[in-house]
């Protein structure tokens, strides 16, 4: 199994950016999958998932923030953050839930002005 996630970058308070996660090795519809970050000096922490019919769930910290959708033809699961703040900066990665595979390398995202 490989994750790889990408999409990161610099982005100003309330700015907006779009994760990508391909995957290979995996269908990632047949699982809970979904999104972890993990800030300089602190544990890695659970962002929000998407279940294998489609229905998403979010951290507090996020939600109403930041959305999940998969493509299914595309092997691919996203991550569309909006409202963006400075303590949302981390590296984001993509994992299944219950049981991760071995952690792809994630994608940086700073937010700062």
């Known amino acids: 199994v490989q994750l790889q996630a990408s999409g990161g970058g610099l982005v100003q308070p309330g700015g907006s950016l779009r994760l990508s996660c391909a995957a290979s090795?995996?269908?990632?519809?047949?699982?809970?999958t979904g999104w972890f970050r993990q800030a300089p000096g602190k544990e890695r922490e659970w962002v929000g998932s998407i279940f294998s019919g489609g229905v998403s769930e979010y951290a507090e910290s996020v939600k109403g923030r930041f959305t999940i959708s998969r493509d299914n033809a595309e092997n691919a699961l996203y991550l569309q953050m909006t409202a963006l703040k400075p303590e949302d900066a981390a590296v984001y990665y993509c994992?299944?839930?219950?049981?991760?595979?071995?952690w792809g390398r994630g994608t940086q995202v700073t937010v700062s002005s």
């Open positions: 994992n299944r839930i219950a049981i991760p595979w071995t």
């Open positions: 090795g995996i269908t990632l519809k047949d699982y809970k």
